[in-house]
């Protein structure tokens, strides 16, 4: 028995932004909302308690990563992924496709799936759309995502529209290896940069019919501007009445912008990867903590942040230990990273709620363009 379902509780009048309600096995998840990507069943440098403290609602974790190390069955053995890592909220698994199609010489595809070689031993292993369905179902996973090639950019329109259909034939076979354990699948979009092949891919996808549906192929290497305008056509074309994931994406100002275009579920390595290169977020834009200006400085990074680092330390200690090669530096840049990408979300959500999604949008520029002056 399928335990998802969606509620969209109001929307913007001014924009396409969305606010929902997803239900889940493992819990319920405010939307828009932000997935911390926990890949090898750890968000880097985060205690899981630290997660849920922050305002944390879903993480993601990776097929492909998982499946070579330690691999899927030890995992069920041990209790499923949320017992292993020690998260008792939603889970959402990236099917692997990515990560495979990343690999460049060091994979094959073929009708059937992919055969390709391990990055972290060189071992030869094989996904098809009903092992890497497998593999997510038997880690745990609350939200599967369906086996897809995703298209770089830029590329060839013949391989764009081969590829489009393989993974609109793979899709198919997801849906019938699904087996109904109360988790959720979603169907991801492709078709590259094109209108016409994104649309093809989007009805395609709604006949075979999901619980969500993603834009995937996005955050590939494309201009913003591009990347806006495929979700501008893409979003417009699926269910009202699902979940809309643009995956992989972004800054925020790129999670202003997708909500102000309908979606309604992100998520991105840039808040943990940038904190690990002393890159932090804030109110009025980037900064590089690294930088020798704030050896002295005694503020917190963003004045305006009430997460535990801003509350309780300096720029200039901050500065100290990412430059002393410090573990606690990544700890601590990694939780005000996220403490922003989720209170930020969480503001999105308010002003929806309120009607005043555009406003919201207005200050959020309006501040970056006053620290630059």
Sequence with gaps: MNEFRFELLAEDAGTAARRGRMHTRRGVIETPVFMPVGTQATVKGMLPEALADIGAQIILGNTYHLFLRPGHELVERLGGLHRFMNWSGPILTDSGGFQVFSLGELRKIDEDGVTFQSHIDGSRHRLTPESSIEVQQRLGADIVMAF??????PAERRYVDESTARSGRWARRCRQAHRPDGSALFGIVQGGMDPALRRRSAEELIEIGFDGYALGG???GEETERMYEVMSRSLPLLPKDRPRYVMGVGTPENLIEGIARGTDMFDCVMPTRNARNGVL????G????KQARYRDDDSPIDPACDCYVCRHYS????????QANEILSSVLNTHHNLHYYLHL????????EE???EAFRREFYQRREQAKS
Excluded: N, Q
């Design 286 to 289: 980037r900064i590089s903590i």
């Design 315 to 322: 720029r200039a200690y901050l500065r100290h230990l990412f």
């Design 281 to 284: 977020f804030t109110s009025f």
């Design 148 to 153: 897809d090639e995703c298209i770089p950019w």
């Design 218 to 220: 996005l955050s590939v």
């Design 355 to 357: 009607g005043r999604f």
């Design 345 to 352: 979300m969480a503001k999105a959500r308010r002003a929806i």
